[in-house]
């Protein structure tokens, strides 16, 4: 079976040939692409959206050419992926039976019965991701102005689109005097186009005094030609338009403080300073762990729920406090955000009964295990 995958991460176009019903195996170095196919045809086959893989040089795009894409998985409804997390597993544990061992013995019609009934428990909270365009709009929004920080372990990387972009000033909205008349060309929407395009054909200057375009002659406007090029650089526009865009995105789910802070510091003039940077890096702290609440919620099943002792406990954990989201408590994120706790609350008022079901599932499990341990 072919598969065609295009604007997925870091894979701008790909071809690949998949064999169904057996383990599909893909060499390459780190950043090829592997777990981004997986992640794919995970998500095709779960009818999931794949615009959360769209590579973050896209964000601002509305281009159709230019949104991830894939072609051929339309057959495809379940897809198990090999990866560490699979083989963690399967990691015996002293004094106890194999984590997840279903997937290793014989799945049994009790073992199904008591799978479906812990989905009827909480499908509820996982159809609200399901049935919410605006959610998963939010969460794909988050996800990218998050990735704008880049990786660094206290949050901010000096390689980041916000770093590299707006964190260095704004000079797409602050033109350095002497080059206003291009004001309508720096501030247009493909920018980055014509600041290539103007970039590149300052190299035959030096070949004539005259415009390589029109013929004109350019002698005395050579050192203003020049100068876009000393105070631009084509890439670092492209970041300030990719966070000014997702930035305009998340609009109104952020307070109103917060998003005349923001918007305040993606036009700044001037370099970010320190308590700027601390300002974002809080805000983007913020923003990961509301998205790794919605993670685990999104994702709940009986793999999560069944190492956790009172399940009452891990959903109260997994409830979604924006009191304590202070640049995210709004009302437009109430909106998306409610809706989910109310799910939770209806799980948990019969708590027992799910309860009640992972504890049968896991005897049954373990039951198997003994029915077929080697001695």
């Known amino acids: 079976m072919n598969i065609t995958i295009k604007n997925c991460n870091s894979i701008d176009s790909a071809d690949i040939s998949i064999e169904q019903g057996k383990l599909n195996v ?27 893989l769209c590579p973050f040089k896209h964000k601002a795009s509305t281009e159709a050419a230019t949104k991830p894409f894939i072609q051929g998985a339309e057959s495809f409804s379940s897809v198990l992926v090999f990866n560490e997390d699979y083989v963690r597993q399967f990691v015996f544990q002293a004094d106890e039976v194999i984590a997840n061992s279903f997937n290793i013995f014989v799945r049994t019609p009790e073992y199904e ?40 372990k206290d949050g901010w990387a000096a390689s980041g689109a916000w770093a590299r972009g707006p ?22 929407d493909d920018n980055v186009k014509w600041l290539k395009w103007q970039m590149e054909g300052t190299t035959y200057s030096s070949k004539s005094d005259n415009c390589p375009f029109c013929t004109s002659s350019i002698e005395s406007k050579k050192a203003t030609i020049q100068k876009v090029r000393e105070n631009y650089d084509a890439k670092a526009v492209e970041h300030i338009n990719n966070v000014s865009h997702v930035v305009g995105e998340l609009g109104t789910y952020f307070t109103e403080d917060t998003r005349q802070n923001i918007s305040t510091l993606t036009k700044s003039a001037g370099q970010i300073s320190p308590e700027e940077k601390a300002y974002l890096v809080d805000l983007r702290r913020q923003i990961d762990l509301l998205l790794e609440k919605c993670q685990k919620l999104r994702f709940l099943s009986f793999s999560s729920l069944k190492d956790a002792g009172k399940l009452s406990t891990l959903l109260e954990d997994l ?27 209806e799980v948990l008022t019969d708590i027992g009964s799910l309860q009640g079901e992972v504890g049968k599932q896991k005897s049954a499990i373990a039951k198997s295990i003994r029915n077929n341990k080697v001695h």
């Open 319 to 345: 409830r979604i406090k924006l009191e304590f989201f202070p640049s995210l408590n709004s009302d437009s994120a109430r909106a998306v955000i409610d809706p989910i706790n109310a799910k939770i609350d």
């Open 113 to 152: 019965a008591h799978l479906a009934t812990i989905e009827t428990h909480i499908k509820g909270i996982k159809d609200s991701f399901k049935d919410s365009a605006d959610l998963n709009k939010l969460i794909t929004d988050l996800q990218t102005l998050s990735g704008a920080f880049g990786k660094s």
């Open 26 to 52: 893909r060499y390459g170095v780190n950043g090829t692409g592997k777990s981004t196919i997986a992640k794919c045809l995970t998500l095709a086959a779960r009818s999931e959206d794949i615009g959360v």
């Open 167 to 188: 964190g260095m000033g704004n000079r797409v909205v602050h033109i350095p005097e002497g080059l206003e008349d291009y004001k309508l060309f720096i501030q247009a």
